[in-house]
């Protein structure tokens, strides 16, 4: 059998640590930011194959060393914000069509790659620690997408947005179908961050008061974590069955198994616990009438079952038992001078009212490669994603790109698409024959440089 994909060289890795920095709002998408993608891609898979491999330490020593956690963070609410003020700019002007819309998916899939390396390093203390001042911006981050996640979910849009099926997207190459992709990418950066959250609440006992009152006062996140447990956004019923979402796609729940808490159902029983029952948390919580009743709502879901599978929740059904019949005092007043978290509102503030502008600056500077040029990106790409490393991080089979079913057969051309049948594939050509070509000519100019 061959051997897996292996994370990267000491120096290797030292070497893209030391690379990273920051980048404007107006130079998304451009050469120097494609660079700065590529690096953060490389060293999200480092991550994940190294954690799998328990040698994840050497990472986080980098990042903590050349103090990379705030760039990182900084980086992903910038992309955040060019989705929701440049990205739909971009989608509203009549005369942009590019000849392929591959650059503006790597900016869309940017967000993506960073909070899936800070959900795996952040699991360590000294990596919070290093976020300093930054960590208000990351918890406001989280906030955001956790926010947005629970409105969603209320309103019956996130099984639409979530099941959304390939065959069902229009032809390749529309900023249609960016937007429809962007939409349901956003599904899953918001569980990647209810996981970082989490990862943020272990660490109460040493977070500094600003974070505290960040998380407990200004977003009142318990009461939020309460609403994703009674709303679950991971987990619906379709045609009479129970379906969770659990490793990047959807699947039917066997009934013998439809009780069994997910990884997701943890993080977020996690994140009570630890926002409820810690003596940090407790002194400046206000446990006022509203949040007291919304906690209260905790308790019908804590049955014998749950319990089994996280014993720790014990502690979480005594405590609810207690404030059912008490009036918990007053929250501690502390004399605080409350921080602002600062990239959000400097990057807003910086280029406020120049959305328009910025959009047409890379419809001209960026976004209209030629096709010379969307080859050779074509070219970096089919080595920065490893097909084979791609491959080792899927948690499942692949699926056919026609009909979702499992597939064993893989386009002999571009290896990017699979199938379950010669008649899918045949079906599926005249979508998939655009971008064929074009990863084709780039495994082969891969190939030659080889």
């Known amino acids: 059998m061959a051997a897996g994909p292996l994370p990267l060289l000491p120096a290797e890795a030292e070497a893209l640590v030391r690379a990273l920095q920051g980048t404007e709002l107006r130079d998304v998408g ?71 819309t ?82 349901t990418m956003e599904f899953e950066i918001s569980l990647k961050a209810l996981s970082v959250l989490r990862f943020i609440t272990d660490q109460v006992e040493s977070l500094p008061l600003s974070a505290l009152t960040r998380m407990l006062n200004t977003h009142n996140l318990p009461c939020l974590l309460v609403e994703l447990v009674e709303h679950c956004p991971w987990s619906c019923w379709e045609a009479g069955k129970l379906k969770k979402f659990e490793n990047g796609t959807w699947h039917v729940v066997a009934p013998e198994d439809q009780v069994k808490m997910t990884k997701l159902d943890g993080q977020v029983w996690l994140a009570l616990l630890n926002l409820l029952l810690t003596p940090e948390c407790q002194s400046k919580y206000h446990f006022d009438g509203f949040n007291k009743s919304q906690l209260l709502k905790l308790r019908v879901f804590l049955t014998d079952t749950l319990i089994d599978q996280l014993p720790n929740l014990v502690e979480m059904q005594r405590f609810l038992s207690h404030l059912a019949v008490t009036e918990p005092p007053p929250p501690k007043k502390d004399l605080v001078l409350e921080q602002i978290p600062f990239i959000w509102n400097h990057i807003l503030k910086k280029n406020a009212g120049k959305w328009e502008a910025i959009a047409k600056h890379q419809v001209k500077k960026v976004f209209s490669s030629t096709e010379e040029e969307l080859k050779l990106q074509a ?42 049948t010669r008649a899918c594939q045949v079906q599926h050509w005249q979508k998939h024959k655009a971008a064929c070509n074009l990863m084709a000519e780039a495994l082969k100019r891969a190939d030659d440089l080889e």
């Open 30 to 100: 451009g050469q120097g930011w494609l660079q700065q993608h590529e690096y953060v891609a490389k060293l999200n898979m480092h991550a994940i194959l190294s954690a799998e491999a328990g040698q994840e330490q050497l990472l986080i020593e980098l990042l903590v060393t050349y103090a990379k956690i705030p760039v990182l963070i900084g980086d992903l609410i910038s992309v955040e914000i060019w989705k929701h003020k440049v990205f739909p700019v971009l989608c509203r002007l009549e005369d942009f069509k590019p000849s392929s």
């Open 102 to 183: 591959i650059p503006i998916y790597v900016v869309l899939h940017h967000e993506a790659s960073i909070i899936n390396l800070l959900e795996t390093v952040f699991f360590y203390k000294e990596i919070c620690e290093s976020a300093e001042d930054n960590l208000l911006d990351l918890i406001d981050y989280c906030h955001r997408k956790l926010t947005l996640l629970v409105g969603r979910s209320a309103n019956g849009q996130m099984v639409t947005l979530a099941e959304l099926h390939p065959k069902d997207l229009p032809s390749p190459g529309s900023m249609q179908e960016l937007q429809k992709l962007a939409e």
């Open 379 to 420: 070219c970096r790409w089919s080595q920065i994603y490893s097909l084979d490393m791609l491959e080792a991080l899927a948690p499942d089979k692949p699926r056919c790109t026609a009909c979702g079913a499992e597939a064993a057969k893989r386009c002999s051309r571009c290896r990017n698409e699979w199938y379950c």
